[in-house]
């Protein structure tokens, strides 16, 4: 059972929140872990099908102070040589040492849809954006893109991507895989509260006025349940990293400067219910074999997700144009990791997932009322 957390109305969080929810039902939450995962510089990739948000997610991720954001449609060594050009320092600015390119920078590339990008744009995204989220540092420096170097740069990576193509990428590809266990925290967006009536309009959330440059660890704190959360995400020993530089851009985005029991508390409430869902949905074959997820399990998950009323098999055999033979195994599948509930012929997320987006939809998607 998830902890029954309080957002303070007076909480910038609440606000930040209360905002996007004002607009698209059910993203407030997800654009909300984009934002921190700019000022934590941190990577994630929005996992979801068509029609559940996670363009809109990213659309409406605001600018944060000190960070230099880039759009990509496409990804060639040219537009980075631009990008480069774009961003390095006046005259006045240079030192004798200054080599070109960019140097101690905090970046950010957007890109909406991977699914646009060709598999040439998609390997230099993954040669140029591995190195500089590993290292900070790539040079590439030739007669065509003589300005395209990188220096001591921190990089968050923002990018919708559909369920199909990510696990494509990560079973075809081991730099893939590589990348996505090392670097990424994979979001599933899953959203029950989504209205069906779509608004095509341009909005982008607003920050706190003013966020802490930093935020320290409070003695004694328990980091244990952010790390469990984070195991299931990233590889080796970086859970503890990605669990305390998430922790202290949540309490910077709350304007404190010091982490308490009660953030981390506040934080698993918040983003658990996504960030498990997509490591509950890992498997490995034997010892041998890479860890992979399936696309079809990860669509009929998110499926599932849009009807807090349930859905009958029938019905998913038809919203997902396939068999129900096929739904009936994927249905096997979500059943036996405990990630959905069948009552009465209908198939629900789990009663903690449903008990979260209640919880969600009563504390968060409501107007504020005065003087409560």
Same mark, same amino acid.
């Not at 039902?25 to 979801?48: C, E, M």
């Not at 998609?122 to 420096?141: K, N, P």
């Not at 509260?193 to 006025?209: G, K, S």
């Given at each position: 059972m998830l902890l029954a957390c309080h957002i303070d109305n007076n909480n910038p969080l609440h606000a930040c929140i209360a905002d996007i929810e004002s607009k698209y039902k059910g993203l407030g939450i997800p654009v909300t872990y984009g934002i921190l995962s700019v000022l934590a510089n941190k990577s994630v990739f929005f996992i979801a099908g068509r029609g559940v948000g996670k363009t809109r997610v990213i659309s409406s991720i605001p600018h944060v102070e000190d960070h230099f954001e880039t759009?990509?449609?496409?990804?060639?060594?040219?537009?980075?040589?631009?990008?480069?050009q774009s961003l390095a320092p006046n005259q006045t600015e240079m030192t004798e040492n200054y080599l070109g390119g960019v140097e101690n920078k905090k970046l950010v590339f957007i890109?909406?849809?991977?699914?646009?990008?060709?598999?040439?744009?998609?390997?230099?995204?993954?040669?140029?954006?591995?190195?500089?989220a590993l290292d900070g540092d790539y040079t590439h420096i030739t007669t065509v893109t003589p300005h395209l170097r990188f220096e001591n740069c921190k990089l968050s990576m923002l990018v919708a991507i559909q369920p199909r193509l990510y696990s494509q990428l990560c079973n075809r590809y081991t730099q893939w895989e590589n990348m996505s266990s090392d670097r990424f925290t994979k979001f599933?967006?899953?959203?029950?509260?989504?209205?069906?009536?779509?608004?095509? !309009?341009? #909005?982008?959330?607003?920050?706190?006025?003013?966020?802490?440059?930093?935020?320290? /660890? +409070?003695?004694?704190? =328990?980091? @244990?349940?952010?790390?469990?959360?984070?195991?299931?995400?990233?590889?080796?020993?970086?859970?503890?990293?990605?669990?305390?530089?998430?922790?202290?851009?949540?309490?910077?985005?709350?304007?404190?400067?010091?982490v308490?029991?009660?953030?981390? !508390?506040? #934080?698993?409430?918040?983003?658990?219910?996504?960030?498990?869902?997509?490591?509950? /949905? +890992?498997?490995?074959? =034997?010892? @041998?074999?890479?860890?992979?997820?399936?696309?079809g399990n990860i669509e009929l998950l998110v499926e599932i997700g849009k009807y807090p009323e349930g859905i009958a098999e029938g019905n998913l055999a038809l919203s997902l144009m396939v068999t129900t033979r096929h739904i009936e195994r994927g249905l096997g599948f979500l059943l036996a990791k405990d990630l959905i509930a069948e009552r009465d012929n209908r198939y629900y997320l789990n009663d903690e997932l449903q008990e979260f987006f209640t919880w969600y939809?009563?504390?968060?998607?409501?107007p504020n009322v005065a003087g409560e």
């Amino acid at each position: 059972m998830l902890l029954a957390c309080h957002i303070d109305n007076n909480n910038p969080l609440h606000a930040c929140i209360a905002d996007i929810e004002s607009k698209y039902k059910g993203l407030g939450i997800p654009v909300t872990y984009g934002i921190l995962s700019v000022l934590a510089n941190k990577s994630v990739f929005f996992i979801a099908g068509r029609g559940v948000g996670k363009t809109r997610v990213i659309s409406s991720i605001p600018h944060v102070e000190d960070h230099f954001e880039t759009k990509f449609d496409t990804f060639t060594y040219g537009e980075l040589d631009t990008l480069c050009q774009s961003l390095a320092p006046n005259q006045t600015e240079m030192t004798e040492n200054y080599l070109g390119g960019v140097e101690n920078k905090k970046l950010v590339f957007i890109v909406k849809e991977f699914s646009t990008l060709s598999e040439y744009h998609r390997e230099v995204f993954l040669t140029v954006c591995s190195r500089v989220a590993l290292d900070g540092d790539y040079t590439h420096i030739t007669t065509v893109t003589p300005h395209l170097r990188f220096e001591n740069c921190k990089l968050s990576m923002l990018v919708a991507i559909q369920p199909r193509l990510y696990s494509q990428l990560c079973n075809r590809y081991t730099q893939w895989e590589n990348m996505s266990s090392d670097r990424f925290t994979k979001f599933l967006l899953l959203n029950p509260l989504r209205q069906n009536i779509t608004i095509d !309009e341009q #909005f982008v959330a607003t920050l706190p006025r003013e966020i802490p440059n930093a935020a320290t /660890l +409070q003695n004694g704190l =328990n980091m @244990e349940k952010l790390v469990n959360l984070f195991e299931g995400q990233i590889s080796g020993g970086r859970a503890y990293i990605y669990a305390r530089d998430y922790a202290m851009a949540f309490a910077r985005l709350q304007g404190k400067t010091e982490v308490t029991q009660e953030d981390n !508390e506040l #934080f698993y409430r918040l983003f658990s219910p996504y960030l498990q869902s997509f490591t509950i /949905l +890992q498997e490995r074959a =034997n010892l @041998e074999a890479s860890v992979t997820v399936s696309s079809g399990n990860i669509e009929l998950l998110v499926e599932i997700g849009k009807y807090p009323e349930g859905i009958a098999e029938g019905n998913l055999a038809l919203s997902l144009m396939v068999t129900t033979r096929h739904i009936e195994r994927g249905l096997g599948f979500l059943l036996a990791k405990d990630l959905i509930a069948e009552r009465d012929n209908r198939y629900y997320l789990n009663d903690e997932l449903q008990e979260f987006f209640t919880w969600y939809r009563d504390t968060l998607c409501r107007p504020n009322v005065a003087g409560e």
